[in-house]
């Protein structure tokens, strides 16, 4: 508690905060200029050590398919692309929250048995994918 009171009266939180914002912005705009077909599937720390495919492969073409506007593209890379925004949007409320000294952002509240629901889906879609 005494270090989480020291580093939000230091002020880093949201310095850091926009620091982030501005890298995935960055990362965004690289990302709707550079195509993500061309690099090698090898890339992926998971699938070069194992060769199977992992719950996020395909996280990298859906997100540059959906920057161009094409959701059916982007759900046929990695129909698990829909729930990156909600989670992105929960990480920065969370750190937003954190700092302190601003209006608070509502933070996504789901039950329990929703996130197990979640994650077991994206873990028998990542055995699924493999199978066929």
Do not use: D
Not at 87 to 112: D, E, H
């Amino acid at each position: 508690m005494q270090a989480k009171k020291r580093f939000r009266r230091a002020g880093l939180i949201r310095p850091l905060l926009a620091c982030a914002i501005l890298i995935g912005l960055s990362a965004l705009f690289a990302l709707y200029h550079i195509s993500p077909y061309g690099f090698p599937a090898s890339l992926c720390p998971f699938r070069a050590a194992t060769g199977l495919l992992c719950p996020g492969c395909g996280m990298t073409r859906a997100l540059y398919q959906l920057l161009h506007l094409h959701l059916g593209l982007a759900l046929r890379e990695n129909p698990f692309i829909l729930v990156l925004p909600p989670f992105l949007y929960g990480v920065f409320a969370w750190g937003w929250n954190g700092a302190g000294g601003g209006p608070a952002l509502p933070l996504p509240r789901l039950p329990v048995w929703m996130v197990y629901a979640l994650l077991g889906a994206w873990g028998l879609f990542a055995i699924a994918r493999n199978l066929l």
